[in-house]
Nanobody, 124 residues
Framework: QVHVVESGGGLVQPGGSLRLSCTAS????????MGWYRQVPGKERELVAT???????NYADSVKGRFTISAHHAGNTIFLQMQSLKPDDTADYYC??????????????????WGQGILVTVSS
């Protein structure tokens, strides 16, 4: 089993900052991709930012210049530093991890796992 756990959400005023963290743990062989997605009620989940094990990052246009994704690869942990937050950034933020895991003691399989989500509310 592999799990991801998010932390760091909460309420912040417009213009403020928050830092989200996500750690993957369990029977991991390797993680080659992690990312943050967000969703508001009635809308599809959308990409926020992603990072590969090679350090290649990708951002949604709506967050470029305001959000920064980083990783501590040895710890299978990623961070999302969010600055200049806007009310439109209010959403449930989900962590995603992809790679390989130990399905059995001598069997490796592809992995994709989502966290439970964490609420970020930007409001005065």
């Amino acid at each position: 089993q592999v799990h991801v756990v998010e932390s760091g959400g909460g309420l912040v005023q417009p213009g403020g900052s928050l830092r989200l963290s996500c750690t993957a743990s369990g029977s991991i062989f390797s993680i080659n991709f992690m990312g943050w997605y967000r969703q508001v009620p009635g809308k599809e989940r959308e990409l926020v930012a992603t990072i590969t094990s090679d350090g290649i990052t990708n951002y949604a246009d709506s967050v470029k210049g305001r959000f920064t994704i980083s990783a501590h690869h040895a710890g299978n942990t990623i961070f999302l530093q969010m600055q200049s937050l806007k009310p439109d950034d209010t959403a449930d933020y989900y962590c995603n991890a992809r790679g390989l895991y130990y399905k059995d003691i001598d069997e490796i399989d592809h992995l994709e796992v989502w966290g439970q989500g964490i609420l970020v509310t930007v409001s005065s």
